[in-house]
């Protein structure tokens, strides 16, 4: 207050009006409350991790009895992997996991986002639990918990024990989603004396659409799209009855929700609305998956736009599907819709993407650093949740190590500086992220791009299995020390 008033006298006396255009002194006033906003950080407790799964790091897939998963197979496909290469020793994680949570403690990370390779539990996805595999998690997480790191597990991260789609045509039945409860049962009964958090599946979203629409992820099929809703819905069924399963036999307490890569939306510019557009958009757009989750129904728009094609299913099936959740697990990258207001249909208009809109080295990583601010708050206020966690975010650079044998990526620490900063901001209006998994601890296999396509912390060099920390590793670390996004 006694601020307020100097500085009106001050502009008295220095002949500007105190109503009228700002002052210079007001101007330079506005750079320090700026900056103290930056300044304020995110809110104590906040969960800084990184995130990997299973195919793309561990290798050792023939070791210990595991079975053959859908990635196995298809990355044998002649043309189906852009650099021809596979999983069979990605990083070698499954022999060389202490030197990695080592990695992930350096960077001083509270949290570790992994995901356990089903057909390491059961070869042919179901049956016996093979008491191997079961070690293996045992082992990895008792060293986590060793180095002060709180394991965050994923129960299905695309790798599809390759039995269930020969003997069920995998996701298309439901019996794969019976199987697969039975799976997160027994992962809920050993683990979660541990494990206190666990994601569902990460991005039906992707694979769905992608393994059984279009082909370019395994298992590589091109269902017409009344099969694709289908197997959609399936998706959904399994979640929800893995929540179930996790109930029944998980350590009480044990928390657990979706890892989605939502439909991102954000209006194209801040109007009211717009937002309400956005807000109509970002339920819409993920009507077939989080949505219904959430609501448990199908929105009239998605149903009336499915038409003939719409999934079939029962009451009970959306009962399972909607069984409530502990948190939202988000995957953000990129802007997927800009919209605006419509009066036409449910009341948005996506908008074209020029050209010449910015993307790092991956052309679908669209720069939209504000997607960190919308959608989590859209979503808290769509679906009333008070607990979101990013599950994903980070980046892919071109990641070249110099001669003096180090890697300035500063690409990615633009990408990051400018989310984050954005993260800070939904939280600073009180939206209730809790959390951020950072993709990805080191560089790994990056499915259609094989070893091509660098999102680590860490460079890996998969010839020598060597691990240097990127600048990147730096900027997180001092971002987690600040538990701030202004650094
Ligand atoms: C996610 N897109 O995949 C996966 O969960 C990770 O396994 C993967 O390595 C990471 O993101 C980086 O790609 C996505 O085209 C792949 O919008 C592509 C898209 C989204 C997510």
Not at 335 to 344: I, W
Request: charge should be neutral.
């Amino acid at each position: 207050m006694s601020d307020k008033v100097s500085r009106r006298q001050f502009a008295k006396i220095a002949g500007l009006s105190a109503a009228g255009v700002a002052s210079p002194l007001e101007m330079a006033d506005a750079k320090p409350a700026a900056a103290a906003r930056n300044a304020g950080g995110f809110p104590a407790g906040f969960v800084w991790g990184t995130a990997t799964s299973s195919y793309q790091v561990e290798g050792a897939v023939n070791e210990d009895g595991r079975g053959a998963s859908i990635w196995d197979s298809f990355t044998r496909i002649p043309g189906k992997i852009e650099d021809g290469t596979n999983g069979d020793r990605a990083n070698e994680h499954y022999h060389r996991y202490k030197e990695d949570i080592a990695l992930i403690r350096e960077l001083g990370c509270k949290a570790y986002r992994f995901s356990v390779a089903w057909p390491r539990l059961f070869p042919d996805g179901d049956g016996k639990p093979n008491p191997k595999g079961l070690d293996f998690y045992n082992r990895l997480i008792d060293e986590l918990l060793k180095n002060g790191i709180e394991p965050w597990l994923t129960l299905y991260h695309w790798d599809l024990p390759q039995s269930l789609q020969d003997r069920f045509g995998g996701w298309r039945s439901t019996e794969t989603c019976k199987i697969f409860g039975d799976y997160a049962a027994c992962v809920a009964e050993h683990l979660t004396d541990r494990v206190k958090n666990v994601f569902t599946l990460n991005e039906s979203g992707r694979f769905v659409y992608f393994g059984y629409g279009i082909g370019i992820d395994a298992p590589g099929l091109t269902l017409p799209r009344a099969e694709v809703n289908q197997i959609r819905h399936n998706s959904a069924l399994a979640h929800g009855l893995a929540v179930q399963a996790v109930r029944a036999h998980g350590r009480r307490g044990t928390k657990v929700g979706p890892a989605e890569n939502i439909d991102a939306c954000a209006p194209a510019i801040d109007t009211p609305e717009n937002v309400r557009a956005a807000e109509i958009a970002l339920r819409e757009m993920n009507a077939g998956y989080l949505n219904v989750i959430m609501e448990g129904r199908y929105t009239d728009a998605f149903l009336k736009f499915a038409g003939r094609d719409a999934p079939k299913y029962t009451d009970a099936e959306l009962k399972i599907i909607s069984s409530p959740v502990d948190f939202l697990g988000l995957n953000i990258y990129a802007p997927q819709n800009y919209v605006v207001a419509s009066d036409q249909g449910p009341g948005f208009m996506p908008l074209p993407i020029p050209k010449s809109f910015p993307h790092m080295n991956s052309d679908w990583l669209r720069i939209g650093p504000e997607t960190l601010y919308w959608v989590p708050k859209l979503a808290a206020k769509i679906w009333k949740t008070d607990a979101i966690y990013i599950s994903e975010n980070g980046t892919s650079g071109e990641d070249q190590v110099t001669p003096d044998g180090k890697i300035y990526d500063t690409d990615r620490i633009m990408y990051l500086r400018n989310y984050l900063a954005q993260l800070q901001r939904a939280t600073e209006e009180g939206v209730p992220v809790r959390g951020y998994f950072l993709w990805s601890l080191m560089d790994n296999f990056e499915w259609v791009f094989g070893l091509g396509k660098r999102f680590g912390l860490y460079h890996v060099n998969f010839d020598t299995q060597v691990r240097t920390p990127k600048l990147s590793a730096s900027f997180y670390r001092n971002v987690i020390a600040k538990n701030a996004a202004g650094v």
